[in-house]
């Protein structure tokens, strides 16, 4: 498992499985079925999509240069959030239902047991559409998605080879016809942190450059006079 993924997962579990749960929870008194359902829905996408604006803002902190795209992370986990809420909101939808009109159980530790199991069921359905997201998210085969800027084909192992320590950005920009940025279709989930390549002391107060094109990503680290002191090349589908 990559970087890039496992920063992801870890995003599902904080901003999407957390939230859904605090939503069901804060449903609870509601009663009425249709209520209880947009409740849960939609608190489940405003909780998860201010948890992944959250989310963003500690890395970006906790990080020195971090790759994370911010401005699309509240978008994800509104959108995570607001799906996994669905499978949770119609089950306590149904249960409602189900339950409308029956006298109370006087029995208060059969009551009891059986709002542990129903909160279990809701939390296993929850976590069901998060692992079913994610396993979309990263089992996707690079060979479907396109790209979003023809010229970004130069990003290939043949160009990365041509590159050279003491290049400049605007020549290694050249050679793969495009400025750093994500050049898949379908977005992926950019890598976090300060990337592979060591921070030597030549690249003290220099920059770290990325290209992310479907089944690879190329990275580029400039020193502070923007100059090429390392590079990594990265093929995603030889690491399957």
Same mark, same amino acid.
């Given at each position: 498992?990559?970087?890039?993924?496992a920063?992801?997962?870890?995003f599902?579990?904080?901003?999407?499985?957390?939230?859904?749960?605090?939503?069901?929870?804060?449903?609870?008194?509601?009663?009425?079925?249709?209520?209880? /359902?947009?409740?849960i829905?939609?608190?489940?996408?405003?909780?998860?999509a201010?948890?992944?604006?959250l989310?963003?803002?500690?890395?970006?902190?906790?990080?020195?240069?971090?790759?994370?795209n911010w401005?699309q992370?509240?978008?994800?986990?509104g959108? /995570?959030?607001g799906?996994?809420?669905?499978?949770?909101?119609?089950?306590?939808?149904?249960?409602?239902?189900?339950?409308?009109?029956?006298?109370?159980?006087v029995?208060?530790?059969?009551?009891?047991?059986?709002?542990?199991r129903?909160?279990?069921?809701?939390?296993?359905?929850?976590?069901?559409?998060v692992?079913?997201? #994610?396993?979309?998210?990263?089992?996707?085969?690079?060979?479907?998605?396109?790209?979003?800027d023809?010229r970004a084909?130069?990003?290939?192992a043949?160009?990365?080879?041509?590159?050279q320590?003491?290049?400049?950005?605007?020549?290694?920009?050249?050679? /793969?016809?495009?400025?750093?940025?994500?050049?898949?279709?379908?977005?992926?989930?950019p890598?976090?942190?300060?990337?592979?390549?060591?921070?030597?002391e030549?690249a003290r107060?220099?920059?770290l #450059?990325?290209?992310?094109v479907?089944?690879?990503?190329?990275?580029?680290?400039?020193?502070? @006079?923007?100059c090429?002191v390392?590079k990594?090349?990265?093929?995603e589908?030889? @690491?399957?």
């Open positions: 498992m990559d970087q890039g993924t920063e992801f997962l870890v599902l579990a904080l901003a999407v499985v957390l939230p859904v749960v605090a939503a069901l929870h804060l449903a609870r008194p509601i009663r009425m079925p249709l209520a209880a /359902f947009a409740a829905v939609g608190g489940s996408a405003a909780l998860a201010a948890v992944g604006e989310y963003g803002a500690g890395l970006k902190l906790a990080l020195v240069r971090p790759q994370v401005s992370l509240w978008l994800l986990g959108i /995570f959030g799906i996994a809420g669905l499978g949770c909101g119609a089950l306590r939808a149904v249960e409602l239902v189900r339950h409308r009109g029956e006298v109370p159980d029995d208060p530790g059969a009551a009891q047991e059986r709002r542990k129903c909160w279990a069921e809701w939390v296993a359905v929850g976590i069901l559409g692992a079913v997201m #994610a396993a979309v998210w990263t089992g996707r085969g690079p060979h479907r998605q396109g790209l979003t023809q084909a130069a990003v290939n043949g160009n990365f080879h041509r590159i320590i003491g290049m400049s950005a605007e020549e290694v920009n050249d050679l /793969f016809g495009v400025p750093p940025g994500d050049y898949r279709r379908t977005p992926g989930f890598m976090v942190g300060p990337g592979h390549i060591p921070w030597s030549a107060g220099g920059s #450059a990325i290209w992310y479907p089944g690879y990503h190329a990275e580029v680290l400039y020193d502070r @006079k923007d090429v390392g990594y090349w990265c093929d589908e030889a @690491k399957q």
